[in-house]
């Protein structure tokens, strides 16, 4: 690798870490913050859109979403994700990753704002409107998925990119907790403000008319801290790595480097043909095995790797996306929650909330930054195991054990839903779940393809990766969600989403560590440059160009100096 370039990698490999690095975690973290938040907070309010929209006074029970309009309100954000993954990862390579970073944050903000404000007053409209927002807001979430991790990992040092990189991740865990809060307040707020009987005693002015604003409140509240961030994302330089190896431009990456650390970074000079020394202005890489993304070269060197990564996030989210989407199916079975007929509208929002909120906070939340405290010491590889290993075994348990755990219906004139089981051990059993999704493959899925593949694929890889987790999770939305209508149906989910864990351990052996190493010499990118057959062209703003055939190099121009790396 040439000297200059070199520099400035081993300056951002061993640069200590500072208020930047803490900074960066922020703010690329808030795209992660939006869709922890959208995922949580629509859990929360589903219920109350089904009492306000959709009550059938014939059925004498709450009005509810039927199961195609749920799954459509929950999971079309989830197709917009997977689509805004493969087209900004691909335009994060293409562009790089500044200058797509603002239009996703954008889309989302845009996007949250609008969801909130769903026009029209009749079910159809309204879920229509939804929907549609929900999706472009979907797809500018899974922007930030490939864009984020990228960024991050390109930034950090060696000694604690994973954890950086694990960190921005779990601004997740922060929106959930902020989604929780919100939706308490605000709902705490209207209790108060309009008190209601509950449904069993007055089902027709149980569901208060002012609920309507509740969801839509709740929804637009989270634009507003990713919004904040927007200044921010303009002032970001571009990733040294991006600006040197893709683009060619070793002064301004050394340049870009040196304000983000807060130091001068060497530029090492390069030797003339007359045997002066001199500061290049541009290094450009011409290497003969710049591979593509269909090409055999790619597939013989990271093959098996996006394979690896692809497939362990592909299954990793059929699990997670059934857990965190049926959340509100779950709680009544561990009696966090009392019956819907023994709530109001905007009651069943603060109680369902609140009960959210205490399993993330004692589950959810730890699970994430054990990940970020441990990751660089104990590695991706065992984390990613281990995770796997323990959510099929719990989630095997809670598949045969699921009704002795549940228990049986209650008596009408009971308070809730389930009696005569284990509350405590079917809680205990799902938390443990989560926390081991999170402090497992959960976090390391998002990692790893920041890491393994060359700077000039590594976003659009990542986003391919990523967008394989979403097809997964939309199986999880719409198919999963499916059983779980009835008991046997929800027993032979959960156990089939064991099994599908057990798959996720063996496609874990595809992915190889990445702890310790840089980037460079993980991607082999310090086989490409500085390899047998590359060349380097140092130019002074001038267009260059270099052939190397068989070993011998050809001049193109008089104007550029070729050196061998």
């Not at 306000?52 to 079309?76: E, H, M, Q, R, W």
């Not at 109001?344 to 994430?368: Q, R, W």
């Not at 160009?545 to 001049?555: D, H, L, R, Y």
């Amino acid at each position: 690798m040439a000297d200059g370039r070199e520099s400035v990698f081993t300056s951002l490999d061993n640069a200590k870490t500072q208020l930047y690095h803490y900074k960066a975690i922020v703010i690329a973290g808030m795209g992660f913050f939006t869709d922890a938040y959208d995922l949580f907070c629509i859990t929360a309010v589903t219920k109350l859109i089904g009492r306000l929209y959709f009550y059938d006074p014939s059925t004498n029970k709450p009005g509810f979403l039927p199961p195609n309009i749920n799954n459509a309100i929950t999971g079309v954000a989830l197709f917009g994700t997977l689509a805004g993954q493969l087209f900004f990862g691909w335009l994060g390579d293409k562009l790089g990753r500044k200058k797509v970073y603002g239009i996703t944050l954008v889309t989302m903000v845009g996007c949250a704002l609008a969801s909130g404000l769903s026009f029209g007053s009749s079910p159809k409209s309204v879920v229509t409107t939804l929907c549609f927002f929900r999706f472009w807001l979907g797809f500018g979430i899974g922007g930030d998925y490939p864009l984020s991790a990228v960024i991050m990992s390109e930034y950090a040092n060696t000694k604690t990119r994973g954890g950086f990189v694990a960190a921005v991740f779990a601004m997740q865990g922060v929106g959930i907790l902020v989604a929780g809060a919100v939706a308490l307040v605000v709902s705490r707020a209207f209790m108060l403000a309009f008190p209601a009987d509950n449904f069993h005693t007055n089902n027709v002015l149980s569901t208060q008319p002012e609920g309507d604003f509740v969801w839509r409140i709740v929804l637009m509240f989270g634009a507003i801290p990713a919004a904040l961030t927007f200044y921010w994302r303009l002032k970001m330089p571009e990733t040294a790595r991006y600006t040197a190896l893709v683009k060619g431009d070793h002064d301004k990456a050394t340049a870009d480097m040196a304000k983000v650390l807060e130091k001068p970074i060497d530029s090492f000079p390069i030797s003339t043909a007359g045997g002066e020394s001199e500061t290049p202005k541009k290094v450009v890489l011409t290497p003969s095995s710049a591979y593509g993304l269909f090409s055999r070269e790619f597939v013989r060197i990271h093959g098996l790797h996006l394979v690896g990564t692809t497939s362990t996030w592909f299954l990793l989210d059929i699990a997670f996306y059934s857990l965190q989407l049926t959340q509100k199916d779950i709680y009544p079975s561990i009696r966090l929650l009392p019956k819907s007929t023994e709530m109001n509208a905007i009651e069943e929002v603060y109680l369902l909330s609140k009960s959210m909120l205490l399993m993330a906070l004692a589950t959810t939340v730890p699970g994430y930054w054990f990940t970020v405290f441990l990751i660089d010491r104990i590695g991706r590889f065992p984390i990613q195991l281990g995770g796997f290993i323990l959510m099929s075994i719990f989630m095997a348990i809670l598949g045969f054990e699921y009704e002795d755990l549940r228990g049986e219906k209650c008596p009408s004139d009971s308070r809730f839903d389930y009696c005569n089981g284990n509350p405590k051990v079917f809680a205990v059993l799902y938390g443990l779940t989560l926390f081991f999704a999170n402090f497992g493959p959960n976090s390391t899925t998002f990692i790893v393809p920041a890491e393994l593949f060359p700077a000039r694929l590594r976003s659009t890889c990542h986003g391919i990766s990523a967008a394989a987790g979403k097809a997964g999770a939309i199986i999880g939305a719409f198919v999963v969600q499916s059983y779980t209508q009835e008991v046997k149906g929800v027993k032979r989910a959960i156990r089939g989403l064991a099994l599908v864990n057990l798959f996720g351990v063996l496609f874990t052996l595809l992915v190889p560590e990445t702890m310790g190493r840089s980037l460079e010499e993980i991607s082999g990118e310090n086989n490409e440059v500085g390899g047998k057959g590359v060349t380097s062209v140092v130019a002074d703003d001038k267009e260059v160009k270099a052939e190397n055939t068989n070993g011998v190099e050809k001049e193109k121009t008089t104007q550029a100096e070729m050196e061998m790396v």
